[in-house]
């Protein structure tokens, strides 16, 4: 592909692409084509989740690496950043001096990356989707349907936009709408995920009396924590030497949002009441897990150069600030300060150094191409309300939220895959049946504690 679609005589890039044959000995002739989340999210993993949930049951799945990501060449993977990342288990979440650490990451990263010549601001949202579409071409694949998560959906709505020609439905999977998607916007989200498994607690008997005011208990930790923070040393979830690591504020509020699974959704009243009586050894444990993580497997150079690009521009820390105060009255400033997931980005920003995209970028899909938009409930990354939100300029689309699930939302819902598999039959009309029964699992219930 051209890194650069408007000198394509320059320099070109290499994406590796996977087919996995379809499972039906009489497949359909129009494949499924997945796009990763992230931005930066290592694509050919996904394969197994994919298979599972059955996507290639009735069709070939085909797996492009984004531009930038793993198995792609040139790869944007930043070792500095990772590096960090394990470091900064054992560090305050929010505290300058970590900030001007994780500045000082991105910035060794983008200075190897420049020095390689790579030009940063052609890794974006519009020259990913003009990836799929030269793909689509290159195939020879007259027809074929679109299935994209997390950051994936604002890469399928805006390849829906720019590109749909040859596209016969959509599936988007825990909805990032490229109209609105920002740093403040990470804070409505986080608010409605977490607001989701406190009110499944409260409709659960022995979870509501087990574990009353919920909310209020997570107020009063992040403010007792980001006062006193706790320093412990833990053994992580996966195995390995003790870890030391630190619990602020800031932390406690970013493991309920980061939904990686060192904290199942169905523990968190649990975790949060042992929290309250002196025992944080699950939020320690889910925090140490970050301490190994895969060196060189994530493609931060694509995070930034996105999230820069397309999600920062147009807003200010204050914003943010103002969206969290928002979102969580009574919470520290100091923990509101910084959007989930991306803590000190507009630092980080001003070195990445990409032009503002938002003008091209920030915009609705208008589309009659039939769609079908999965959500979590317990979803804080990306809000389960943000889903028909998008479909209010997608006529024939189906909102289908998905009770008790969070981020990445069909390998976990068996119903979830039924509708998707309906779906790809029938696009116009697809079986949403089995949605009406579901209910959020039961809470973890432990015995009651005496404050230590």
């Known amino acids: 592909m051209p890194e650069n679609r408007a000198h394509r005589d320059g320099r070109t890039i290499r994406l590796t692409v996977a087919v996995v044959p379809a499972v039906s000995a009489a497949p359909a002739q129009d494949p499924v084509v997945f796009?990763?989340?992230g931005p930066g999210g290592e694509a050919i993993s996904a394969i197994p989740f994919l298979v599972g949930s059955g996507v290639n049951r009735d069709r070939d799945l085909i797996v492009m690496t984004q531009r930038g990501a793993l198995y792609s060449q040139p790869n944007l993977a930043c070792p500095e950043m990772d590096r960090f990342n394990a470091k900064a288990v054992g560090l305050r979440y929010d505290a300058p001096s970590t900030g001007r650490l994780l500045v000082r990451a991105a910035e060794e990263c983008r200075d190897r990356l420049t020095a390689d010549g790579v030009?940063?601001?052609?890794?974006?949202?519009?020259e990913n989707a003009a990836d799929f579409a030269d793909l689509r071409t290159a195939l020879g694949i007259r027809k074929w349907n679109v299935y994209g998560y997390s950051y994936g959906t604002d890469l399928a709505l805006t390849y829906l936009r720019r590109y749909p020609e040859g596209i016969r439905s959509v599936t988007i999977d825990s909805v990032v709408p490229p109209q609105i998607v920002s740093l403040p916007w990470a804070w409505d989200s986080a608010q409605e995920g977490i607001r989701a498994i406190f009110a499944a607690c409260e409709a659960q008997p022995a979870c509501k009396s087990r574990y009353p005011e919920l909310s209020r208990t997570l107020t009063e930790q992040v403010r007792r924590l980001e006062a006193n923070p706790l320093r412990l040393t833990v053994q992580p979830p996966g195995g390995g030497g003790p870890v030391k690591v630190v619990l602020d504020g800031g932390t406690l509020v970013n493991l309920l949002v980061s939904d990686g699974g060192a904290l199942?959704?169905?523990?968190v009243p649990a975790a949060l009441d042992e929290l309250a009586h002196g025992n944080p050894e699950r939020f320690?444990?889910?925090?140490?897990?970050g301490a190994t993580p895969a060196i060189g497997e994530f493609a931060h150079g694509l995070t930034h150069?996105?999230?820069?690009?397309?999600w920062a521009p147009g807003f200010t820390k204050a914003d943010v600030l103002e969206a969290g105060r928002r979102a969580f009255p009574g919470w520290p400033d100091t923990v509101l300060a910084h959007a989930p997931q991306l803590p000190f980005e507009y630092d980080l920003c001003r070195?990445?150094?990409v032009p503002d995209r938002t003008a091209i970028q920030r915009v609705a899909t208008f589309s009659t191409v039939p769609t079908l938009i999965i959500s979590g409930t317990f979803d804080a990354k990306t809000g389960a309300s943000w889903g028909p939100y998008t479909g209010r300029t997608l006529p024939r689309s189906t909102a289908v939220p998905i009770p008790g699930i969070g981020h990445f939302v069909v390998p976990q819902s068996p119903c979830a895959q039924r509708v998707l598999a309906s779906f790809l039959t029938r696009p116009s009309a697809p079986d949403t049946g089995c949605v009406a029964g579901l209910t959020p699992a039961s809470f973890t219930i432990t015995p009651k504690l005496e404050t230590r």
Do not use: F
Request: with cysteine; proline share 3%; hydrophobic share 35%.
């Open 351 to 353: 070195v990445w150094n």
């Open 305 to 310: 150069s996105v999230a820069c690009g397309e």
């Open 119 to 126: 030009r940063l601001r052609n890794y974006n949202t519009t």
């Open 35 to 37: 796009m990763e989340g």
């Open 264 to 267: 199942p959704s169905v523990d």
């Open 284 to 289: 320690a444990r889910a925090q140490a897990a």
